[in-house]
């Protein structure tokens, strides 16, 4: 069964428009959420770190939700660009570094932003 | 800072032949991981290397592949005997120890084994 569930797999946007990404999960421990973004070819990049049930964080455009008790979060983008063309990573695990090998990573969602 | 570097960017191998890749990790960074990407696996975690020890090689398949930290400023993952099922893209990436938000990944290096 998969761990962490992230809808949809794939999402069109128009340039300017918002848009939200989900992220379901059942791995325990999940101390920590996070979500990144990478871009074709690229490494991952940190958007956001949720740790406590009900966080809520905005890093720019970025915005995240974390609701602990239904194991789900949301990422929303404002106002898109067409940099923000990527794949959206969630992951879920244990907050101390010598748990990072226990993390948990989505398969993605592939986010087109077309002009 | 110019974050995790990975080197080589792409690597083609013939099948049998061995594979080394590169990880600097940032500077000050004590803990150093490896992640092998595929779209079909996604990410899967290969090793972690704390002050150069390694910690837990769980992930590593136990038969070709190797790590290293022979100092602090650079890791090398070895795959030997290459095969096609070794093409992925690996993903090195470096953080404080104990700091989950300081974790950062390199572009990764993506082998192609023909």
């Known amino acids: 069964k998969t761990q962490v569930e992230q809808s949809p797999q794939s999402l069109v946007v128009r340039q300017g428009e918002n848009c939200v990404l989900q992220?379901?999960?059942?791995?325990?421990?999940?101390?920590?959420l996070r979500w990144f973004k990478q871009d074709t070819g690229k490494g991952l990049v940190s958007l956001t770190v949720l740790v406590h049930e009900n966080d809520k964080t905005s890093n720019g455009r970025y915005s995240a939700t974390l609701d602990k008790d239904a194991k789900h979060s949301t990422l929303h983008i404002t106002a898109t660009l067409l940099d923000d063309t990527a794949t959206y990573i969630c992951?879920?695990?244990?907050?101390?570094?010598?748990?990072?090998?226990?993390?948990?990573f989505g398969q993605g969602t592939s986010l087109s932003v077309v002009p | 800072n110019a974050g995790v570097i990975q080197t080589p960017r792409h690597k083609v191998t013939g099948k049998g032949q061995e594979a080394t890749l590169w990880c600097e990790p940032i500077s000050g960074h004590s803990a150093v991981f490896w992640y092998r990407q595929t779209i079909v696996q996604g990410l899967e975690f290969l090793t972690y290397?704390?002050?150069?020890?390694?910690?837990?090689d769980s992930g590593m398949p136990k038969e070709r592949f190797s790590a290293q930290m022979p100092n602090q400023s650079h890791s090398t993952l070895k795959i030997q005997s290459t095969q096609p099922q070794d093409s992925a893209v690996y993903l090195c990436?470096?953080?404080?120890?104990?700091?989950?938000?300081?974790?950062?990944f390199g572009s990764g290096t993506r082998l192609t084994v023909l």
């Open positions: 992220c379901n999960y059942s791995v325990t421990p999940d101390n920590h």
């Open positions: 992951v879920v695990g244990a907050l101390a570094s010598s748990s990072f090998s226990k993390l948990v």
């Open positions: 990436a470096s953080s404080l120890a104990g700091r989950a938000e300081t974790l950062y």
């Open positions: 290397f704390r002050n150069q020890a390694p910690i837990d």
